[in-house]
């Protein structure tokens, strides 16, 4: 079976199971904020139809200078990307034919990007008692290696790892001449997240990628950045083709960086829910990775492939996202977005029937 290498556009999914498409469904495969755009975006989308009849700004002026105040960085220290895919695929460009290790699991666009230009990849391997890297041989593999990839929060996991354990990273890489790639993608859902950012100025290894698709519910408009030291932006910018970003996302990225509001309110919200379904999960002997955003790996132990709690599902519209492609877990986790309260009740339904079905 050829499976789908990502979330979303669960088509793809039902074609390589040989299932037929629901006409009602929930697609928890793709981690989007459940509350849609902003406000700011609905309410103003008619005034962007102007916009398409202009180039857009190949720099991105007026969003990087918003960014770079945000920051408390320097506009050269910014590079924006036609979403986090592209800003992934520049790097890999920029690290062609090195050595890079990939803190496994992890978003299999790192991977992808690195081979496809020639990159020695070597993976390490977290263990899913923990999820942890201290103390666990991830300093040892620094040596002769150019690039770490580690996102964090980690996506499959939705696990965090607080500023003292990044910097301690961090430093190890500088000892051994590497550069730490953080992927942020999910940053803005944690409310206890310590930014790293500032520590750019002082660490010229430290590479940041970032995403406004997730957050701010626009994956359609592809919008992503990168904070580094400004040689990085240079050599990542000449890689990368004129007009990259568009004007309609150029806009609704200035507009989405001052919804504070919203912000707060998708993270109460996704708490809420959140602690919602870990008791749910709890009280039928489910296992849940400790996720501290808006999705989670999910697994029913009485079985090792959880290949059947898959396809019972999407038959009945549920659509998780499978793990088959994520090193380390290789199908023995689904994972699901937190979404609405209705969607999410739905699924515990389904996960009820489930298990009763065991019976």
Request: overall charge negative.
């Amino acid at each position: 079976m050829k499976w789908p290498s990502h979330g979303s556009n669960p088509h793809y999914l039902f074609e390589a199971m040989n299932l037929p498409f629901p006409s009602e469904r929930v697609d928890f495969s793709a981690n989007i904020n459940p509350l849609g755009p902003p406000p700011i975006v609905k309410e103003n989308w008619g005034s962007l139809f102007k916009v398409i009849t202009e180039y857009p700004d190949p720099g991105g002026t007026v969003l990087k200078k918003k960014m770079a105040e945000q920051e408390g960085l320097q506009e050269s220290q910014i590079l924006l990307g036609n979403g986090g895919a592209e800003i992934i695929s520049l790097l890999g460009r920029m690290l062609s034919g090195k050595k890079v290790v990939i803190v496994q699991p992890a978003f299999s666009e790192y991977e992808e990007a690195c081979r496809v230009n020639g990159c020695q990849v070597e993976y390490h391997q977290l263990q899913p008692d923990s999820w942890d890297w201290i103390g666990d041989g991830l300093c040892e593999k620094l040596a002769g290696a150019d690039a770490v990839f580690l996102c964090n929060p980690n996506n499959p996991t939705g696990v965090y790892y607080p500023k003292t354990m990044v910097l301690q990273l961090l430093e190890e890489c500088r000892k051994h001449k590497c550069l730490l790639i953080v992927d942020e993608a999910f940053y803005d859902f944690l409310a206890e997240y310590e930014s790293i950012a500032q520590y750019i100025n002082e660490y010229p290894n430290l590479i940041i990628i970032r995403s406004m698709t997730k957050m701010f519910a626009i994956p359609g408009l592809r919008l992503g950045y990168l904070l580094a030291d400004p040689s990085v932006i240079k050599s990542l910018g000449s890689f990368q083709p004129h007009w990259s970003i568009n004007a309609i996302a150029l806009k609704a990225g200035e507009w989405c960086l001052d919804c504070e509001t919203y912000i707060s309110e998708t993270i109460t919200f996704i708490e809420m829910e959140r602690q919602r379904l870990f008791q749910f999960y709890k009280e039928r002997n489910l296992q849940v990775s400790p996720s501290r955003i808006n999705f989670y790996l999910l697994k029913d132990p009485s079985m090792e492939d959880q290949l059947p709690f898959l396809k019972y599902l999407v038959t009945r519209g549920m659509i998780p996202r499978h793990t088959v492609n994520f090193p380390g877990l290789e199908g023995r986790w689904l994972r699901f977005a937190i979404k609405g309260r209705s969607d999410n009740d739905k699924l515990m339904g389904a996960v009820d029937e489930w298990l009763n079905s065991r019976l």
